[in-house]
């Protein structure tokens, strides 16, 4: 079971930390901290060089189980606009914002969005499905949250940060017809998949997931799970089960070789593997391989 590394005692020593030694030498530009790589990529776009953007997680880590460092709470406390998910999804996160002071620069962009709840065990403490960056149409909705907290930061530069959005949209709406094309005419509607993060994607272009383990990509399923995927994975005729690429592919790998089935990414782009490729590639990568598995012609 996943724990809090940072316990409240230690961050309120890191706070005092903070507020005597300072921040990092102002830019002279507003500074924006933002928890993980779906966030940080809306951030850069639209903020663009008005704005230092400094992501809390490394490209190749998983945000779930992010460890902050102290400076990464001295970050927090010296910024402009802090930008996060309030759902439990990365609880040292939360456990720092609740020290802060000033809650007036803390953004959670999950606010005022249509949240799944959790389901299943494992689920430890979400508190709703946090994946919206996995829909075109609600990445787009996440951008907005963005625009209109650097606007309130940076009200001079109102019009080029809605310029930026208004561009990135214009891409994500591309995106969105993408999708709604390439998965209109499938062989299968079944998705197959080794963590729950793709709920949202799946509603959006009228697919069913069917996860091994819940939204905690490190739960361990049963064996009875394993097996029952693996029943419902041949009753569909699945040719492919997915796995991510931040954590082992060993489950996937175990229901694929009971079903006859292949293995094959679909990145929930918690964080990028690499500092190649952005959200708009890896996301036009997951749907090459969903129009492959699941036999679909356009």
């Known amino acids: 079971m996943r724990t809090r590394v940072l316990g409240s ?6 706070a005092a930390a903070a507020c005597a030694g300072g921040t990092a030498k102002d830019s002279g530009k507003p500074r924006v901290i933002t ?30 189980d992010l460890e902050l460092r102290p400076s990464d709470v001295i970050s927090m406390r010296g910024a ?3 930008l996060y998910f309030d ?66 930061r940076l009200p001079s530069k109102a019009t080029e940060i809605r310029a930026a959005a208004e561009a990135l ?23 197959f998949t080794s963590h729950a993060a793709f709920a949202y994607m799946a509603e959006q272009y009228g697919l069913s997931q069917i996860a091994i383990s819940g939204l905690s990509p490190e739960a361990e399923p049963s064996s009875e799970r394993l097996l029952q995927i693996a029943r419902q994975a041949k009753e569909a005729h699945a040719t492919t089960i ?5 954590v ?32 708009f590639s890896v996301m036009r990568s997951n749907l090459k391989n969903l129009v492959e598995a699941l036999g679909c012609k356009s």
Not at 99 to 123: I, Q
Not at 131 to 145: A, E, F, N, R, T
Not at 169 to 190: N, P, Q, V, W, Y
Not at 242 to 246: I, M, R
Request: charged content about 25%; some cysteine; overall charge negative.
């Open 242 to 246: 997915f796995f991510e690429t931040l």
């Open 80 to 82: 402009d606009l802090v």
């Open 87 to 152: 759902s439990g999804f990365q609880p040292a996160i939360e456990d720092a914002i609740d020290t802060m002071p000033d809650r007036s620069k803390v953004v959670d962009l999950l606010s005022g969005l249509p949240l799944k709840t959790p389901s299943g065990e494992n689920e430890e403490n979400l508190q709703a499905d946090p994946h919206v960056w996995l829909s075109p149409v609600l990445m787009q909705k996440l951008v907005d949250g963005v625009t209109e907290a650097l606007v309130k």
């Open 248 to 279: 082992s592919p060993r489950v996937a790998q175990a229901v694929a070789r009971i079903v006859g089935a292949k293995t094959a990414v679909l990145d929930p782009i918690e964080g990028l593997p690499s500092t190649s490729g952005d959200y």
């Open 35 to 64: 928890a993980f790589y779906p966030i940080e990529f809306a951030a850069r776009h639209v903020g663009g060089t008005f704005i230092d953007v400094k992501n809390l997680t490394p490209p190749g880590g998983e945000p779930h």
């Open 169 to 191: 949209g214009s891409d994500l709406i591309a995106l969105d017809h993408e999708f709604r094309t390439k998965l209109s005419s499938c062989e299968r509607r079944k998705i």
């Open 9 to 14: 005692a230690l961050i309120l020593i890191l």
